[in-house]
């Protein structure tokens, strides 16, 4: 079944940790985005992809980095964590051949940084 | 540059009853898509209706109905008969045709009451 995967679901972790959140996608599609909601606010764009090998920053300067070797994957890097990163992440993907803008979401990553 | 605007921080209504979501939008682009997602608490983000800007006819998905209006820039979302399933967060969000950035409104908080 097509789909859009994160892991882990939730994460509590000690400052200056390594972390990486991961994402993929069985939908066929090129474009994948990372966002950033804290809760019960809006979502704010902090990395996109138009395919393998591009990346771009969004709107929201983030501290965090991403790469895009495969198609599929898009996983998202926290070199050193802080409380400030305390936040939910959630990826998305959307095109693909016959496919449109219409982006479709993953369950999100809680991360709690102590 | 895109903002989206959600009047109504929270609503609440007895099931069965008919609602509807207020959502405005400013852009100086004609080509363009809006969309209503739904955030179920602690679950995923889902698509409820997408619309695109060129299109005349309001779009639709069963219970779920949008009544668009361009020159307005308004695109309010009807909930009828609505179910207890139907709390959650629900974002209005705008996208420029081509585009990557997906710009969310701040979000109304409804709440389906038995």
């Known amino acids: 079944e097509a789909d859009i995967y994160q892991t882990p679901r939730y994460l509590v972790i000690g400052t200056g940790k390594k972390i990486t959140l991961e994402c993929s996608q069985t939908?066929?599609?090129?474009?994948m985005y990372w966002y950033q909601q804290d809760p019960g606010m809006e979502l704010h764009l902090i990395h996109y992809?138009?395919?393998?090998?591009?990346?771009e920053k969004g709107d929201l300067s983030s501290e965090s980095t991403v790469s895009r070797i495969r198609t599929e994957h898009f996983p998202l890097t926290l070199e050193s964590a802080r409380p400030s990163h305390t936040s939910q992440y959630l990826c998305?993907?959307?095109?693909?051949?016959?496919?449109?803008?219409?982006?479709?979401f993953g369950p999100g990553t809680r991360l709690t940084v102590l | 540059a895109q903002t989206v605007t959600q009047s109504q921080p929270e609503m609440s209504v007895q099931e069965a009853e008919t609602v509807t979501l207020s959502c405005t939008y400013d852009?100086?682009?004609?080509?363009?898509?809006l969309f209503w997602y739904k955030q179920p608490p602690s679950r995923q983000m889902i698509l409820v209706i997408r619309?695109?800007?060129?299109?005349?006819q309001n779009a639709t998905e069963n219970r779920f109905s949008v009544n668009f209006q361009k020159a307005a820039k308004s695109f309010s979302l009807k909930i009828s008969d609505s179910q207890l399933g139907d709390t959650a967060m629900y974002f209005c969000?705008?996208?420029?045709?081509?585009?990557?950035?997906?710009?969310f409104g701040q979000g109304t908080r409804l709440t389906i009451n038995p």
């Open positions: 998305a993907s959307s095109g693909g051949q016959g496919g449109t803008d219409t982006q479709y």
């Open positions: 939908m066929g599609h090129d474009k």
């Open positions: 992809s138009y395919g393998v090998n591009s990346t």
């Open positions: 852009t100086s682009e004609s080509n363009y898509y």
């Open positions: 619309q695109e800007a060129y299109k005349q």
């Open positions: 969000a705008f996208l420029i045709q081509g585009a990557q950035k997906l710009v």
